[in-house]
């Protein structure tokens, strides 16, 4: 592991460097007294064997001894195994807090490439895995490296040919686990991309269940979510049986070695350089060389845990945002609205050009209405004015000075965006609106639905504005949904308007109140409209038309009309549906 890998796992443990000292501390007590338990036993077996029952009250006073320890040892044990877990689990929060964070920051294009299953998988699945790892590697290490270094001089001590031969089992049982390991670290890797292919699989198939079940398409889903978990079961199967082969050995290692103690030590009692309670000592330290091993398993499967979500959380941490702040950026005192392209050059990576050399000027209180056919970029075009997407080259300003040297926030807080598509959060209707402006007060969201003519149909809801709309608003109706958007954009208040399609998706009657709505809401803004029926913007100050060149005609409705070009045919078109 890299040394600033190492630095940055160390400093998870930083906030919480007190606990973490006591639990390695109660793990090493605990540890240390498990080496001294079977020295006990041996004291208490050799002076019965030697002085029989006139060391009653001596091995009595042991017994107690011994059985004190056990009661420290418990509550070590009790300390580090509660607050131990306690810990990993903190780190996790704290880390699991880091990736969320940090994925509000990532911009549009991040998730245009990104599934949102997949950062479901980093922060759910990967910040468990490093909670156990954070929890156990360290505890483990410690404590069967006090038992095997201990186990390893005490025995030497007693007598150390015997001790020899057990040591020698130690590297063939080491190498055998690291070759097991290796290969159960292949497929958990594996498994884990496979996890996280299938949480992208589900969270696309249920998001989308109404068009699913729409289209009868429940077999087709299916299909591919059987594919998916399928191939999941074969990476967990190839890792199971690394797994399986890796315990089998480490058993038939633990049969071999109290046999092989048992055969040497035999052999050193009739040769006098033993005596029955050195056995007896061996074969109850016999396990301080197994458990080491047998816990190298564990402590390698949460080391290859956690080195795979470690390498998974660094990647999505290390993605910087396309979008920041520069250092220099200036809150200006007022926003007015104007708005203004410069050379602007958009693509979406290495698709077709959007926009080159784009040349716009949008005064402040305008309203403007852009149409074209789908494909030319009136929805990139406003998408770049709050800064969702950064053009590649030329500039866009604000009252004269450059978006991008203007705060993000304060850029977006004066930014107001009713789209086609509204999405609306589990919760009421009242924190549906107030998310446009966060603490408004029932009096300030009450207006908003009013002036977005929502009030009457929320006050016939079962609990008015605190009825809960179900997941994404799905007890509303489409136009009932609009308008809690709108109602949201009219509590931000912004001085500019980006209205994307708000209309199109509605019935007749519904549409002919949000467009009251929206054009309420316009009065006094800068306006940019998104039109798709054309005949919903003929009263537009300005109407520019888009092609895969830019902007190809602009005017008002009877000027275009007047010019016989692309917008009059487009209007000509729609006006026969």
Same mark, same amino acid.
């Given at each position: 592991?890299?040394?600033?890998?190492?630095?940055?796992? =160390?400093?998870?443990?930083?906030?919480?460097?007190?606990?973490?000292?006591?639990?390695?501390?109660?793990?090493?007590?605990?540890?240390?007294?498990?080496?001294?338990?079977?020295?006990?036993?041996?004291?208490?077996?050799?002076?019965?064997?030697?002085?029989?029952?006139?060391?009653?009250?001596?091995?009595? +006073?042991?017994?107690?001894? +011994?059985? !004190?320890?056990?009661?420290?040892?418990?509550?070590?044990?009790?300390?580090?195994?509660?607050?131990?877990?306690?810990?990993?689990?903190?780190?996790?929060?704290?880390?699991?807090?880091?990736?969320?964070?940090?994925?509000?920051?990532?911009?549009?294009?991040?998730?245009?490439?990104? $599934?949102?299953?997949?950062?479901?998988?980093?922060?759910?699945?990967?910040?468990?895995?490093?909670?156990?790892?954070?929890?156990?590697?360290?505890?483990?290490?410690?404590?069967?490296?006090?038992?095997?270094?201990?186990?390893?001089?005490?025995?030497?001590?007693? #007598?150390?040919?015997?001790?020899?031969?057990?040591?020698?089992?130690?590297?063939?049982?080491?190498?055998?686990?690291?070759?097991?390991?290796?290969?159960?670290?292949?497929?958990?890797?594996?498994?884990?991309?496979?996890?996280?292919?299938?949480?992208?699989?589900?969270?696309?198939?249920?998001?989308?269940?109404?068009?699913?079940?729409?289209?009868?398409?429940?077999?087709?889903?299916?299909?591919?979510?059987?594919?998916?978990?399928?191939?999941?079961?074969?990476?967990?199967?190839? @890792?199971?049986?690394?797994? !399986?082969?890796?315990?089998?050995?480490?058993?038939?290692?633990?049969?071999?070695?109290?046999?092989?103690?048992?055969?040497?030590?035999? +052999?050193? =009692?009739?040769?006098?350089?033993?005596?029955?309670?050195?056995?007896?000592?061996?074969?109850?330290?016999?396990?301080?060389?197994?458990?080491?091993?047998?816990?190298?398993?564990?402590?390698?499967?949460?080391?290859?845990?956690?080195?795979?979500?470690?390498?998974?959380?660094?990647?999505?941490?290390?993605?910087?945002? *396309?979008?920041?702040?520069?250092?220099? !950026?200036?809150?200006?005192?007022? =926003?007015? @609205?104007?708005?203004?392209?410069?050379?602007?050059?958009?693509?979406?990576?290495?698709?077709?050009? =959007?926009?080159?050399?784009?040349?716009?000027?949008?005064?402040?209180?305008?309203?403007?209405?852009?149409?074209?056919?789908?494909?030319?970029?009136?929805?990139?075009?406003?998408?770049?004015?709050?800064?969702?997407?950064?053009?590649?080259?030329?500039?866009?300003?604000?009252?004269?000075?450059?978006?991008?040297?203007?705060?993000?926030?304060?850029?977006?807080?004066?930014?107001?965006?009713?789209?086609?598509?509204?999405?609306?959060?589990?919760?009421?209707?009242?924190?549906?609106? !107030?998310?446009?402006?966060?603490?408004?007060?029932?009096?300030?969201?009450?207006?908003?639905?009013?002036?977005?003519?929502?009030?009457?149909?929320?006050?016939?809801?079962?609990?008015?504005?605190? $009825?809960?709309?179900?997941? #994404?608003?799905?007890?509303?109706?489409?136009?009932?949904?609009?308008?809690?958007?709108?109602?949201?954009?009219?509590?931000?208040?912004?001085?500019?308007?980006?209205?994307?399609?708000?209309?199109?998706?509605? *019935?007749? #009657?519904?549409?002919?109140?949000?467009?009251?709505?929206?054009?309420?809401?316009?009065?006094?803004?800068?306006?940019?409209?998104?039109? #798709?029926?054309?005949?919903?913007?003929?009263?537009?100050?300005?109407?520019?038309?888009?092609?895969?060149?830019?902007?190809?005609?602009?005017?008002?409705?009877?000027?275009?009309?007047?010019?016989?070009?692309?917008?009059?045919?487009?209007?000509?078109?729609?006006?026969?549906?």
């Amino acid at each position: 592991m890299r040394k600033k890998d190492l630095k940055q796992l =160390i400093s998870f443990y930083r906030p919480y460097r007190w606990l973490f000292a006591a639990d390695l501390f109660c793990a090493f007590a605990a540890a240390g007294i498990a080496l001294v338990l079977p020295l006990g036993v041996r004291y208490i077996a050799d002076h019965l064997l030697e002085n029989g029952f006139s060391e009653v009250p001596h091995i009595l +006073l042991a017994g107690l001894l +011994l059985a !004190a320890l056990v009661v420290v040892q418990t509550l070590c044990t009790y300390f580090f195994d509660y607050q131990g877990h306690s810990l990993g689990a903190k780190i996790e929060r704290d880390m699991r807090a880091q990736m969320f964070f940090h994925c509000q920051k990532l911009s549009f294009r991040y998730y245009d490439e990104h $599934t949102v299953g997949d950062l479901m998988s980093r922060i759910t699945n990967d910040s468990l895995s490093l909670s156990e790892f954070f929890h156990h590697v360290p505890e483990d290490l410690l404590i069967q490296g006090v038992k095997l270094a201990g186990a390893s001089v005490i025995l030497l001590m007693i #007598h150390w040919q015997t001790a020899l031969i057990v040591l020698a089992f130690l590297p063939f049982m080491a190498l055998y686990t690291l070759h097991f390991n290796k290969k159960m670290g292949s497929a958990l890797k594996r498994s884990r991309e496979s996890m996280s292919r299938i949480n992208a699989q589900t969270e696309d198939s249920l998001s989308g269940i109404r068009v699913v079940q729409s289209f009868t398409g429940e077999a087709l889903e299916n299909e591919k979510f059987s594919r998916q978990n399928q191939q999941f079961l074969e990476d967990r199967r190839s @890792g199971y049986q690394s797994e !399986a082969r890796l315990y089998c050995g480490m058993d038939a290692f633990g049969g071999l070695l109290p046999i092989a103690i048992v055969v040497f030590g035999g +052999l050193a =009692i009739l040769n006098g350089s033993m005596a029955l309670t050195d056995l007896l000592i061996f074969l109850l330290y016999i396990g301080y060389f197994t458990g080491p091993i047998q816990s190298l398993v564990n402590t390698t499967r949460l080391l290859q845990e956690g080195k795979t979500s470690f390498r998974r959380y660094q990647e999505l941490m290390e993605t910087e945002p *396309d979008i920041q702040d520069p250092p220099d !950026a200036q809150v200006p005192e007022k =926003i007015c @609205g104007k708005l203004e392209f410069h050379g602007v050059d958009f693509r979406y990576g290495e698709e077709k050009q =959007i926009f080159r050399g784009l040349e716009l000027t949008v005064e402040s209180g305008e309203y403007v209405a852009l149409v074209g056919a789908s494909g030319v970029g009136k929805t990139t075009l406003c998408s770049l004015i709050p800064r969702f997407y950064d053009p590649q080259q030329g500039s866009i300003l604000l009252d004269g000075t450059p978006i991008n040297q203007i705060p993000l926030r304060v850029l977006r807080q004066n930014v107001g965006v009713v789209q086609q598509d509204v999405y609306l959060f589990t919760g009421t209707v009242a924190e549906n609106i !107030a998310y446009g402006k966060p603490g408004a007060s029932r009096e300030e969201i009450i207006a908003a639905a009013k002036q977005a003519g929502a009030h009457e149909f929320i006050e016939e809801l079962s609990q008015g504005y605190d $009825t809960h709309i179900g997941p #994404h608003g799905v007890k509303l109706s489409g136009g009932q949904q609009q308008r809690l958007s709108i109602a949201r954009v009219f509590l931000k208040d912004p001085p500019i308007l980006i209205l994307d399609e708000a209309t199109s998706a509605l *019935d007749f #009657h519904s549409e002919k109140i949000v467009q009251c709505s929206l054009e309420q809401l316009a009065r006094h803004r800068t306006t940019l409209v998104i039109a #798709h029926r054309l005949s919903t913007v003929r009263n537009a100050g300005r109407i520019l038309v888009l092609d895969e060149s830019g902007v190809c005609e602009q005017g008002t409705h009877q000027e275009l009309m007047e010019q016989d070009g692309v917008y009059a045919s487009l209007y000509q078109a729609s006006s026969e549906f």
